[in-house]
């Protein structure tokens, strides 16, 4: 009788730690929502995105003066995301009864994303003194975004967002347009 006593209260003092230990953690994550939650700003967003680009480029980086000594140079290769579009925000629209005039601000490039699973380096010079290389591969992602910015400059990317911007905002008002003719145009 004494073990079945001595096992049932083991049983209950086990199931009080876990139940105890069970609320302890509910209140820990509900205290860390309430952190993130305190960390977090909501900001609007008038961007519309209405054309991508997806760039692979290299890049050379140099640091260091004395070759052999601490000279390095090397290559990365990278993988972006171009992003271009308009400001929806400084969009100017006239109503007529025969049109409806929607005047576009200019095309711009909103975001440049490199993906830090596509950088790869291909370390190209031989030297007796190695940094830790952290300022360099900065200094090249730098490099990597102004030339992935100047690349899609180059390659028509905003024209093409131009005319895909008047596609969507034509496509967006037909339907509230009562028969009104929708004119688009860019500053």
């Given at each position: 009788m004494k073990k079945i006593t001595a096992f049932i209260i083991a049983l209950l003092i086990l199931a009080a730690v876990a139940f105890g230990a069970y609320y302890y953690m509910q209140y820990r994550a509900r205290q860390a929502v309430t952190a993130d939650t305190l960390m977090t700003?909501?900001?609007d967003a008038s961007e519309c995105t209405t054309q991508k680009m997806i760039y692979n480029g290299v890049i050379e980086s140099e640091s260091g003066s004395v070759p052999f000594i601490n000279k390095q140079t090397f290559l990365m290769t990278y993988k972006a995301v171009v992003r271009a579009g308009?400001?929806?925000s400084k969009t100017k629209i006239d109503l007529t009864d025969d049109a409806i005039n929607v005047t576009l601000p200019a095309m711009e490039i909103?975001?440049?994303?490199i993906d830090p699973d596509e950088i790869r380096t291909y370390n190209t010079s031989l030297t007796l003194i190695k940094?830790?290389?952290?300022?360099?591969l900065r200094q090249a992602l730098v490099r990597a975004e102004e030339d992935a910015r100047s690349k899609a400059a180059e390659s028509g990317l905003l024209e093409a967002a131009g005319e895909n911007a008047e596609a969507v905002v034509k496509g967006l008002l037909s339907d509230s347009a009562g028969g009104r003719e929708i004119i688009v145009e860019h500053r």
């Open positions: 700003r909501l900001e308009f400001d929806v909103q975001e440049v994303t940094p830790d290389g952290k300022e360099e």
